[in-house]
Each structure stands twice: as C-alpha cells, then as structure tokens.
C-alpha cells in the first residue's frame, strides 16, 4: 500500500543522530532525506533522553529511559537502529523496522568480554524474533543473522557525495588520518604501536574521535608525530580526511564502515584490516590496501609502502571513488529504504 507522506508518522530510534560515528551519520542522513520527502519524523536518541554515563556506545538505559517517551504510541513507521533499541521498539504500534550495524552479540563481547556476549546472543535470539523487518549494513552481518534463523536484508551503508569539502586540512608533509571511536575494536592501539616504528617517524599520525581509551592512550604515545584531535564538527573531520595522504582503519571488528566511503568519496588512498565488512568494500590491491588484524609491524611496513609507492595508491583511491559513486551513495540506498517502508 502505497502512503502519502503528508500523513504518515514515522519514529526514529537511535543511541546516536549526532557525531562522527557511523551511525549516527547514517541515522541523520536518513531523518534528512525523509524529511526532505515531506515525512513527519519524531527522533528518540541519547541526545534527548537521560541516560546513565551518555559515553557509552551501546548503552542499557538508553533503551529503557526511552520508553516512557513512546510506550504504546502509535506511528505508521517504527524504525530502530542497534539491536538495543529493540527493546523500546516493541512498546510501541506499528511497523517495526530494526536496522543493526555490525554484529550485536560481537560488539558486546569486546567491549564487556565473553560473559557479556553470552546474554547478547540470548538478547538477540529473545528479542529480535518480534521485529517485523530486520535489515543489515553488512554482507557479514547478513550471513550471521542469517545463522541464527533470521531472514535480514541487506542495505548498506551509503555516503551524500555532497557533503565531501572541495578543500582538505594538511597539517604536515606526510599525513596519516584515522577518524572513528578511540576503543579498542577500533584497533587505535595497533596503528599506535605502528607509529613508533622508525620506519615512520617522519610521517605524522592525526588521530580523531573520542572513546573510553583515549585519555589513556594519549598519555602512553607522545611521540611528536602523534597527535590527538578528539571529537571535531563532521564537516572539520571530512576535511582532513580530504586533506590526508592516507586514511587507515585498523579495526578488529567492524560493519560497513561509514569512514572508509568517506575516504573513498575523499579519493584518499586506503588501508584497512581484512574484518568485517572492509572486506566487502575493499578489494586488496584493486582499490585499496587490506592487511591482517592485530599486526603493527606489517601496518607500519604496508603505511611506509603506501608513501614510497603514492602513485600506485592513487590509482587505486581513483577505483574506490567510482565504486562509492556507484554502490554506495545515498539516492541509491534510500529508494530501498523507501521500499522497506512500503513505498
């Protein structure tokens, strides 16, 4: 049945709408395009809900604080992002989207340890049977719900190609860029280690983001070639990653990363570990570079190469450009979310 979207009410829950993170740009992206359309959207996130310790990524309270906000509400949409706000979802009436980016259950286990995981996967297996439509940002994603008896569908993550700044920030010669969550999937502590290497010691590192291990990490690495940025406006943090030689993520586990399509729409060469979903947007040697996990010599070795071989890089950010132009932008993603909502 096709609405007019003059009346119909969608809900948007999410731990995140603002920030650099990729949820929350992929969440506000999508509240935009929805309004743009005509759609009324009422927003429930961290940002105006009380939450206990708001630095936590996927945290309980949210979920619960949420709920007197919407418990038994109406709307024509309702449409979740992270498999926590499964929970306040079913409170309400209507159609119930969930959209989960990564894999719950392994997110929860290397930021809280194996016991957590455990009742993750429970939460995952109780709870998310009475969501109507679950949709993913990953192929690997895709395969684990699909093991543990879910029909998901696939959406992947998408970049505005308007929102990439004609113009970068370099600060140094020979610049480095990371952007993302200062924890430990992330891998920050592995690209770390790589720059005290000699091998890089005139090539400078510009790491920015904010997370539970920053003040630690920041202490422990002072060399001269690393520096902290902390959180910076998106639209700051693009332009250094447009102004960059190199934008690397060496993450242990990961989704369809948001800062990788941003490096590809940038024309910013990549490094990226083979894990998750990097793999699905990376293919090594075509238009970027994947290496293994948990390595800092082999990072240090391949960030060195990338410099001693810039042209050869080029030509591979060239590829990722189109293949981002055209997989992964938004007026391609949002018409199946439009789909989905039965539209």
């Known amino acids: ?70 418990f038994l509400r109406k709307y024509d949409i309702v449409h979740g992002h992270e498999a926590i706000t499964a929970i306040p979802m079913l409170t309400t009436r209507g159609k119930h989207i969930l959209t989960i980016h990564g894999i719950f259950s392994k997110s929860i286990e290397y930021i809280h340890g194996k016991f957590w995981n455990k009742v993750a996967k429970f939460y995952e297996k109780r709870f998310l049977k009475h969501i109507d439509t679950i949709t993913v940002v990953s192929k690997s994603s895709y395969e684990y719900y699909k093991s543990i008896g879910y029909n998901p569908i696939y959406i992947p993550n998408a970049i505005d190609l308007n929102i990439i700044p004609k113009n970068g920030i370099r600060e140094h010669p020979r610049q480095v860029v990371f952007i993302g969550r200062i924890s430990k999937e992330k891998g920050i502590d592995i690209l770390l280690q790589a720059f005290t290497k000699d091998i890089l010691k005139n090539i400078d590192l510009i790491a920015i983001g904010n997370g539970p291990l920053r003040n630690n990490l920041e202490k422990r690495y002072t060399s001269k070639n690393i520096h902290f940025k902390g959180f910076l406006p998106r639209k700051i943090a693009l332009k250094y990653l447009k102004g960059s030689d190199l934008f690397v993520l060496p993450s242990r586990i990961e989704g369809l990363s ?54 050869y890089m080029e030509r591979l950010a060239e590829t990722a450009y189109k293949d981002v132009c055209n997989k992964y932008n938004w007026n391609i993603v949002f018409k199946k979310y439009l789909e989905i909502y039965g539209l």
């Open 258 to 311: 948001t800062s990788i399509l941003e490096a590809m729409a940038c024309k910013t060469p990549i490094i990226a570990t083979n894990v998750g979903g990097n793999s699905e947007l990376i293919r090594n040697g075509e238009n970027g570079i994947l290496i293994k996990p948990e390595d800092p010599d082999t990072l240090a070795f391949t960030i060195r190469n990338a410099f001693d071989n810039y042209s």
């Open 1 to 70: 049945m096709k609405w007019c979207s003059e009346f119909m009410k969608i809900l948007m829950i999410s731990p995140k709408t603002e920030g650099i993170g990729g949820v929350a740009q992929h969440v506000s992206t999508l509240i935009g395009k929805l309004r743009e359309q005509g759609f009324t959207i009422k927003v429930v996130s961290s940002e105006n809900t009380f939450i206990i310790n708001k630095s936590g990524f996927r945290n309980p309270s949210f979920a619960l604080f949420s709920i007197p906000k919407i």
